[in-house]
């Protein structure tokens, strides 16, 4: 770990010292952004703590828990939300035994989340699992894929 | 080739023509003539994937291809010349088009997104061309005034005031930026500009910079459009490759240089002095304004802030003129303007209008009308900040004027078509929903507003509205417009505001009767199973999460009312139909 931070400090010093990049690199590297990541780039840079997590806990991007290992999106847009987005989210839900507030499952295995727009909107309601885009699904046949992606990931496991 | 073509198969349907073309072995001369090039979004997504295939300069449009149908596509049409009739593109798709008129758009397809020559050979950089080597700053203002361009990305204000504006700052640093933090949820022109045609931004912006003085330009663009990103970056490097961008362009001694910078989820980042801090590195909260960025903006030098729609307009209006542009459009709305046409339409996708066209052409000429025969309740435009626009009012004209009036706004052109299904108070809620979301806190009113606004509509929605709770809501929206400090919380209660103005019976129905009538708001349902017809098989009794539903095997089965979360599985999976929703 103590290579990869020292690599993005170089680079941020490099560049024009923009604090969103090195979070944004920092993520890209863990798939999230460690506690400890923090705050030693707080004490490397004598920039406190306190403005990392602020920027961090601003934008929508940055994730300070580590995620599943399959990651849905749901997109909830306007044009997704009037064609029930959120009975999708719910089927995935129900099918992952989440709670309302959660988003991953115990084992890490699967994140739900939700994203304001993709852009799609000609194919809503659209979902995202594991960064291919499903267009125009339902609640049913989210609840095959996330079927056979557990099956994927039982068989990966023998 | 846009999210959509690709999420369809695009990219097998281009390998597939690739593969059959070589295959085919076509003698020389046919073969030189035959070549695949992918292009940006064709607009109408809803039959994707789309193929233009051209012979001599005949075209002849294919829908919903899949890469199994293109082997004979090239057999039967390529080689010997016969179109295959059965998977032409209907009449539909000639009418989506009939009453369009393209500017922005008008290379979106047919220029290769990722060829600065395919980029030249439609005649591009010539307006910087022409702008760097014969015109003045002075002039190009004046050519940006008299088009009566106005900004794109929702506000609408004159593009060629803030150049001039700018221009005549002194100051030795100046900046561009290039808003394309698309946030509006429902809104995609701006991803599809910068995926099918990068250049004209970075075109836009060169001649802006020249226009202004400025030396350095930033793209600020969503993380979440990762293509965008892809092609845009290619288009900035090859324009520096080129020459269009850097030292002494087209040696004229004037410098410039593009830097992009991802925006990492915050829709308050639009708002022009949010998305500053955010540039700088900072939390993306808004300042008030004045100063306004002409004058103090990056690094508080002047800065001009135009969104990706109003830059890729601009080579077009200096090729071909103000008065041409200006030809477009009403008295004081010229031009034309991309929308985003999505919701319960039957082609959705990207169109482009000039300014004025009645919203009745746009839903039943070009979007042939609602999905199933359902009927027509509202058209929402402009996003969080806009407003819900009643069937009765279809012939209403689309331009900045004519929406403001009746409370909604163009915005950056999202338009979001209802039917029956859809419940206004949700709407409304999911709306705010998001701006409450959204709102950064900094200010009070919008912080603390939204969030009361929200749960007065959660509460209505889940039955426990009560009496005077249409009028708190009027009251707490018509404070917060006037209290906020930036756009977000200013125009934040416009879905409230306007759907109580248009949809009170629906707030009523919701409140006395406790009922949704659209049969949308979860709480406000009870699901019952139909004796007659159920079979009994027991899936609605597999897919209940709280153990409400009994029965035996081939009986009707029955619903727990005290137990029913309301969730819906059972209605989800019932394949007869048999589990109603009141």
């Known amino acids: 770990m103590q290579e990869i931070l020292t690599g993005l400090i170089r680079k941020y010093k490099e560049s024009e010292g923009n604090l969103i990049t090195l979070l944004q690199d920092t993520q890209e590297s863990f798939g999230y952004v460690p506690r400890e990541a923090v705050f030693w780039y707080a004490s490397e840079l004598d920039v406190p703590a306190s403005r990392f997590f602020g920027i961090a806990t601003f934008y929508a991007q940055f994730h300070l828990k580590p995620r599943g290992k399959n990651i849905i999106t749901a997109c909830c847009g306007t044009a997704c939300h009037v064609r029930g987005a959120e009975r999708l989210v719910n089927a995935i839900k129900r099918e992952l035994k989440l709670e309302t507030d959660q988003d991953t499952t115990e084992d890490r295995l699967f994140t739900v989340e939700k994203l304001a727009c993709l852009g799609t909107c000609s194919m809503a309601p659209v979902v995202v699992v594991n960064g291919k885009m499903v267009g125009k699904t339902t609640p049913d046949a989210l609840t095959r894929e996330i079927r056979s992606l557990k099956k994927e990931l039982k068989k990966d496991d023998a | ?582």
């Open chain 2, 1 to 582: 080739m846009g999210p959509g073509g690709i999420a369809s198969g695009g990219g097998e349907v281009l390998s597939a023509f690739e593969k059959h073309l070589g295959q085919a072995k076509i003698s020389a001369e046919i073969k030189d003539r035959c070549s695949t090039h992918k292009v940006g979004c064709l607009g109408l997504c809803s039959k994707d994937v789309l193929v233009d295939v051209f012979i001599n300069d005949k075209k002849t449009t294919y829908q919903y291809v899949k890469a199994d149908m293109v082997e004979r596509i090239v057999d039967e049409h390529i080689i010997n010349g016969k179109p295959v009739s059965d998977w032409l593109a209907d009449e539909e798709y000639d009418n989506f088009y009939k009453k369009q008129i393209k500017v922005v758009l008008s290379d979106c397809g047919v220029v290769d997104p990722e060829s600065l020559e395919s980029y030249i050979s439609i005649g591009g950089y010539k307006a910087t061309e022409k702008a760097l080597k014969t015109m003045s700053p002075a002039d190009i203002t004046d050519v940006m005034t008299r088009s009566g361009l106005r900004g794109r990305g929702g506000a609408g204000f004159p593009t060629g005031v803030k150049w001039e504006t700018c221009r005549k700052v002194p100051s030795s640093q100046k900046y561009i930026i290039c808003n394309a933090d698309e946030g509006d949820p429902g809104a995609f022109m701006d991803r599809a500009v910068l995926e099918g045609n990068p250049h004209a931004v970075v075109e836009g912006m060169i001649i802006g910079a020249f226009a202004i003085g400025a030396d350095k330009g930033y793209v600020y663009v969503r993380a979440e459009y990762p293509l965008a990103v892809e092609r845009l970056s290619q288009a900035i490097k090859e324009s520096k490759e080129k020459g269009f961008l850097g030292k002494n362009i087209m040696g004229t001694g004037f410098n410039f240089d593009i830097k992009l910078k991802l925006g990492a989820g915050a829709f308050v980042c639009g708002e022009e002095t949010a998305l500053i801090a955010s540039i700088e590195g900072q939390r993306g909260m808004p300042r008030p304004k004045p100063p306004f960025p002409v004058f103090s903006g990056l690094w508080g030098k002047p800065t001009v802030i135009n969104n990706v729609e109003t830059l890729a307009n601009i080579a077009y209006i200096l090729n071909k003129g103000a008065e041409w542009y200006a030809s477009y459009g009403t008295e004081k709305s010229k031009g034309t303007k991309v929308f985003a046409l999505t919701g319960k339409v039957k082609n959705t996708g990207l169109i482009e209008v000039p300014m004025g066209i009645t919203l009745r052409e746009i839903i039943y000429d070009i979007g042939g009308g609602i999905e199933g025969g359902k009927a027509l309740k509202a058209v929402q435009t402009g996003g969080p900040s806009g407003g819900c626009i009643p069937a009765s009012m279809l012939d209403i004209n689309v331009d900045y004027e004519s929406l403001a009036k009746v409370g909604s706004i163009v915005g950056s052109g999202g338009m979001i078509v209802l039917d029956e299904d859809n419940c206004m108070v949700n709407i409304a809620k999911y709306f705010l929903a998001f701006t409450q979301l959204e709102s950064c806190g900094k200010c009070v009113p919008c912080r603390i507003g939204t969030k009361r606004l929200l749960e007065i509509l959660e509460r209505i929605t889940k039955g426990q509205g009560r009496e005077g709770d249409i009028e708190l809501l009027e009251g707490l929206s018509k404070d917060i417009k006037s209290a906020s400090l930036c756009g977000l919380g200013q125009t934040a209660p416009n879905p409230v505001l306007s759907t109580i103005n248009y949809f009170r019976d629906e707030y009523e129905a919701h409140i006395r009767d406790k009922k949704c009538p659209a049969k949308v708001c979860k709480d406000l349902l009870v699901y019952s199973i139909l004796e007659k017809t159920c079979t009994g098989c027991g899936a609605c009794k597999r897919a209940c999460p709280s153990a409400a539903i009994t029965g035996e095997k081939k009986k009707p089965h029955e619903i727990n009312q005290e137990l029913c979360v309301k969730c819906g599985g059972c209605f989800d999976v019932c394949k007869f139909k048999s589990v109603a929703r009141e």
